[in-house]
């Protein structure tokens, strides 16, 4: 029998990972129990063809939303978030935020508690899904999105409330701006350190797997101080700490005729209306895109719906010390117990997880085995649906499929 341990976070930043690690689970609320039921055996069965028996992972469930209050009292409990430090990788299900108890949202505060800086969406089109598109095969791009800050910070006040009142008469009187007084109003940080930390691991993750470019997503032809500044920042962090392999745009028209050398990674930004039409329509130009916290939210939700939805969108938030896979969609209660809803964005994030700690093998099997599976037409309702022919399955069923095509 493997003996358990932890994952460690070496000084370099490496990962020291044991045959069997470790790892925390959050179920997650509505939809949780089903998708969790059906990602973790689709997991188990991957690691087990992958390294026949040689590596397994040991699964150690923590709390938080629904479950997490009736257990201790606590919609976060702060065991939760110091077991998720200790072990370093961690997966979680959708959580339901509660309406006026204390979180504006649950996902967001782990992201900040745990300083999980970098939301990385990778959305790539996979052959047989439904789309909106006429060429979905050419979107395959990975958004980092700042995670920490914004206007996700939480820094508002709502019409009348004596703070928003403050802070207007503030406005007024030392700033001299004009601000409708039945007004409610909030602040929008954006730092350097956390738009060049983002920025690095974008332009890192580019160089890892040879990606041509990234691509500054940013409203700094309006907001000039805080997405301007994004941009500048961003520009600046590529010279700094990757000068020798990358190049921006606008050099690589003066000094190489618009070829780009071999080995480097191509610098630009686009204005964020503006990406979204470079999305729908030339989204072949586009590999890595990083993007201050709210645009990321828009354009990695608008690049999913192009390839097909949310239902097969997988997503990680990744800092220093730590990460959290997870499903991006919410917890659709309406289903929840029916052993109905499309597991593949908490599977796909599960893939994810194993590249995270080295395992890629066993992540490639889980990629392929959903891309068969759809190509069979075996598929749960939401893509039943849209498919002729196609074989509906439950949750639990689209599940053993996969484990059958691994």
């Not at 108890?101 to 999980?116: A, E, H, P, W, Y």
């Not at 738009?195 to 990606?211: C, E, M, P, Y």
């Not at 941009?231 to 921006?248: I, M, N, P, S």
Request: charged share 25%; proline share 4%.
């Amino acid at each position: 029998m493997m003996q358990e341990s932890k994952i460690i976070v070496e000084n370099s930043g490496a990962l020291n990972v044991p045959d069997c690690p470790v790892i925390p689970f959050i179920e997650g609320d509505g939809i949780g129990p089903d998708i969790w039921a059906a990602t973790v055996r689709v997991l188990d069965a991957s690691i087990e063809q992958a390294y026949t028996g040689t590596k397994k992972i040991s699964w150690l469930e923590v709390f938080a939303g629904e479950k997490g209050f009736e257990k201790s009292g606590s919609w976060l409990p702060d065991e939760t978030l110091n077991k998720i430090r200790e072990h370093v990788a961690a997966i979680k299900g959708p959580l339901t935020t509660p309406v006026g108890k204390g979180f504006r949202s649950l996902n967001v505060t782990i992201r900040q508690k745990l300083d999980l800086y970098a939301c990385v969406r990778p959305i790539r089109y996979i052959e047989g899904v439904p789309s909106p598109m006429k060429h979905p095969e050419k979107i395959n791009m990975v958004v980092f999105r700042e995670n920490t800050e914004d206007v996700y910070a939480g820094i508002e006040w709502a019409k009348g409330t004596r703070e928003a009142e403050r802070l207007i008469a503030f406005l007024e009187s030392e700033m001299k701006i004009a601000i409708s007084q039945d007004s409610g109003i909030g602040i929008k940080p954006i730092s350097e350190t956390a738009s060049k930390r983002l920025v690095a691991s974008a332009i890192r993750h580019a160089i890892d797997h040879g990606l041509g470019s990234v691509t500054l997503m940013h409203k700094g032809n309006i907001m000039k101080f805080t997405e301007g500044a994004f941009k500048e920042w961003g520009y600046e962090t590529a010279e700094e700490l990757f000068g020798d392999q990358t190049v921006t745009e606008a050099a690589l028209w003066v000094k190489y005729d618009g070829v780009c050398p071999e080995g480097k990674v191509v610098i630009k930004d686009r204005i964020a209306d503006m990406m979204f039409q470079q999305v729908l329509l030339r989204p072949e130009e586009y590999q890595v895109i990083a993007t201050p916290n709210l645009n990321g939210d828009y354009i990695s939700d608008a690049l999913a719906a192009q390839a097909g939805g949310l239902g097969l969108a997988p997503g990680a938030n990744i800092g220093d010390r730590c990460a959290v896979f997870e499903a991006t969609h919410g917890t659709a209660p309406k289903y929840a117990g029916q052993d109905k809803v499309n597991p593949g964005s908490l599977i796909l994030s599960g893939a994810m997880m194993l590249d995270f700690i080295g395992w890629q093998k066993a992540a490639e099997k889980i990629r392929k085995a959903v891309q068969k599976t759809i190509c069979d037409r075996v598929v749960t309702y939401d893509l039943a649906r849209q498919l002729e022919g196609a074989r509906k399955v439950k949750c639990s069923e689209f599940a053993t499929a996969l484990i059958e095509r691994l």
